[in-house]
């Protein structure tokens, strides 16, 4: 089901935002994580992106989408004319969720009611930015935003209704075109994920 907005909405000053969520203790990520990672972007951006959460090199800088799934969304965004820089992007959990193995953190997938926790930042985001339309990157970011955290590659390139009525364009998560294996299947996942890109930059256009 949809997930509701929280009748208490956050309600500070809007650029006293990303400080309320680097403060966050809502949930049990904050105990190991480094920080917690705000969105970035215009206030008034047409454009909302939304990851996962945080990875290793976002966990350390404090900013969204740095790393090599950041570097794989910038470039393909370019391509297809988005400007990442006219985009809030942000993630739908706001700490990074690992377990360590020796001297590396093994991203951990965020469960529902980590999702739930941190809807009400992602909410205050989406209030304070008002998109027009939202990219939901992943199951994750599909789940906190449609409810729904089935299966995304028959999902993707769908727009689904988000909070407040939004539309939300469900796509791959950058991640899944560097992980896959197999070279077929990358070939066919970037080719969708450029082409759910194209759709979001027509939207907005
Ligand atoms: N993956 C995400 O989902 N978000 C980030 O910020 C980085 C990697």
Known sequence: AQLASCASAWDGPAEDLPRAIRACTRCALHCHATQAVPGEGPADADLMVVGEQPGDLEDLSGRPFVGPAGQMFDSLAAE??????????????KHFKFVARGKRRIHQRPNTSEIHHCRWWLDAEIAQVRPRLILAMGAT???????????????????ETGPNDLPV???LHPSY????????????????FRQDLTTAAGIIA
């Open 141 to 159: 970011a599909a789940q906190s935003l449609t409810g729904n955290g089935t299966a995304i590659l028959s999902r993707r390139g769908r727009i």
């Open 80 to 93: 297809a004319g988005l400007d990442r820089d006219a985009a809030f992007v942000t993630n739908a959990v």
């Open 169 to 171: 364009l469900i796509t």
């Open 177 to 192: 075109l560097l992980r896959t294996p197999d070279a077929a299947e990358r070939a066919r996942a970037t080719a969708q």
